[in-house]
């Protein structure tokens, strides 16, 4: 697959990766992936992201100084999530100086492993749009673009944040852009996992777990 190599004008834009300890994350998939068949999940959905964009454009929100190792294997910046509530970590990262050099930033949570394109997140970004693509239920978020000039920006990780996000976003008087992003399945229950191998068959990650 071709990797993406952002040009000067998409340099506007940072992605945003949510990292958790990969030790304990995806606690869900417990009864249906080893730890360590867990840890390979979240490196392998972390080297898709850099496969797809210019690593310099990519950011680690770290839970922890574990999950910041994970950036440093790839050569990605780590910021570190400042406090436990994820949704207060993430609005303090689009006024945090390491992102000050972007317009726009997309935050991933790090569970999409078939991803394969995030062209549709690579164009310039304006002051008035937000970008955002569902997950596979139609009610979480896999992929959220903000622009950074939005005042106290405000984010509703958790259930139901796909209506949540687009609520928060028509109430900064932003644009909502539902955004198709090819093969953006998140993979968060061994039901997930099930249904991801009946419609990915051949895909590589069965190899690398």
């Known amino acids: 697959m071709a990797r993406i190599v952002a040009v000067s004008e998409s340099n506007e834009v940072a992605f945003l990766v949510l990292q958790g300890d990969p030790a304990t994350s995806k606690s869900r998939l417990a009864?249906?992936?080893s730890p360590e068949q867990r840890v390979r999940l979240t490196r392998y959905c972390l080297s898709r992201i850099t496969s797809l964009v210019d690593r310099n454009l990519v950011y680690l929100l770290a839970e922890n100084s574990m999950a910041a190792?994970?950036?440093h294997r790839l050569e990605i910046r780590s910021i570190s999530?400042?406090?436990s509530?994820?949704?207060?970590a993430i609005a303090a990262c689009l006024v945090a100086s390491e992102l000050s050099l972007y317009g726009s930033v997309t935050i991933i949570p790090n569970d999409l492993p078939f991803l394969n394109s995030l062209e549709a997140y690579m164009q310039n970004p304006?002051?008035?749009?937000c970008l955002i693509t569902p997950d596979s239920h139609l009610t979480?978020?896999?992929?959220?673009?903000v622009p950074r000039s939005v005042a106290n920006p405000a984010f509703s990780y958790g259930p139901d944040s796909?209506?949540?996000?687009v609520r928060l976003a028509k109430a900064k008087k932003l644009e909502v852009t539902v955004t198709p992003c090819s093969h953006a399945f998140d993979i968060d229950t061994p039901e997930d996992l099930?249904?991801?191998q009946e419609i990915f068959p051949d895909a590589e990650l069965w190899s690398m777990l």
Do not use: I, K, P, Y
């Open 162 to 165: 796909f209506f949540q996000h």
């Open 85 to 88: 509530d994820l949704n207060t």
């Open 31 to 33: 009864t249906a992936l």
């Open 140 to 145: 979480g978020t896999n992929l959220l673009r």
């Open 81 to 83: 999530q400042q406090g």
């Open 126 to 129: 304006t002051d008035e749009v």
């Open 69 to 71: 190792s994970e950036g």
């Open 194 to 196: 099930t249904l991801a």
